[in-house]
């Protein structure tokens, strides 16, 4: 039964390769050196998918089918300063995001990322603390679509406006983050909006890799035998009155845990 079957001709290169950055599966792409500290990069990601659906065609009794376009980012990256990194992402998907509907360029990332004394603090708009699928991207999952849980709040694309602080500790033995972000406003849900006094939303996560490390705050879901994986983490996230309407407001707080085991066999 093809009912729903999706076939991922994932093209997923993800070329640019940032300094707190993306998973280590990552393909670097071009990369122009200013001098020893500074430098520019520039990286393209497109996912493109063949979809057949049983009984979808139009005379209800043949199979559907057709190549569909998902989405294609560009992304950007200079070092400006020894600590200081500026970011700047792309995205043109298939419109199915609700404030997307006619395939128009958005801004996913626009970040400031800052480095000092071991700890990284990061300003403007990316993924805040949340869930390792999101954390992952559509590029490092190990499977084509998002699982149908990930629903914390996000501007687009998992995205939200704040400011967050991260360390990692034994090369990403240990490591936690904590930020805060714009969460719910009157621009992303409208008259229904229940936080009227704009309260902040708080993420946290914390990550403890007990085999093999994992450095920096991005994350990938699977490692194909470059390493052995058994990561823990735990999300925290919490906005007063960010659940509900205008007229009847809650508190929102959603939480997680996400494991990851991987393990490399002798043969």
């Known amino acids: 039964m093809l009912s729903g079957y999706k076939r991922g001709l994932s093209i997923a290169s993800a070329l640019l390769l940032l300094c707190v950055g993306l ?9 122009i050196k200013v001098d020893d500290t500074r430098w520019f990069s520039i990286g393209l ?8 659906t049983e009984d979808g065609a139009p005379n209800g009794t043949d199979p559907s089918s057709g ?9 950007t990256a200079a070092k400006v300063h020894e600590n200081v990194t ?25 970040v400031a990322k800052f480095s000092f004394k ?37 501007i687009f694309a998992g995205r939200d406006n704040g400011v967050a602080i991260m360390k990692e500790y034994a090369g990403g033995k240990f490591k936690w983050s904590y ?18 006094a704009d309260n902040l939303l708080h993420a946290a996560r914390v990550t403890y890799n007990f085999w093999d490390p ?5 994350t990938t879901s699977s490692y194909y035998g470059a390493k052995d994986v058994l990561a823990v983490a735990f999300v925290y996230q919490h906005e007063a009155d960010g659940a509900g309407t205008s007229t009847t407001a809650g508190d929102f707080t959603g939480w997680n845990v996400d494991v990851l085991m991987e393990k490399k066999l002798q043969n």
Do not use: C, M
């Not at 603390?129 to 149908?148: K, T, V």
């Not at 930020?179 to 009227?196: K, M, S, V, Y």
């Open 86 to 110: 500026l970011e700047f992402n792309t995205e043109r998907s298939t419109g199915n995001d609700s404030l997307d509907t006619d395939h128009r360029i958005r801004v996913l990332d626009a």
């Open 179 to 196: 930020g805060l972000f714009e969460g719910r406003t009157n621009t992303t849900n409208g008259d229904t909006n229940p936080d009227q």
């Open 67 to 75: 190549v569909s376009f998902d989405n294609i980012r560009l992304y």
């Open 118 to 154: 071991g700890f990284d603090l990061w300003a403007g708009r990316f993924l805040p603390p949340s869930d390792r699928s999101n954390l992952d991207g559509p590029f490092y999952l190990n499977n084509y679509d998002f699982p149908i849980v990930q629903a914390y709040p996000a």
């Open 214 to 218: 994992e450095p920096g705050y991005y």
């Open 23 to 31: 998973p280590t599966l990552a393909i670097a792409g071009a990369k």
């Open 45 to 52: 990601g497109f996912r493109s998918s063949f979809v057949v």
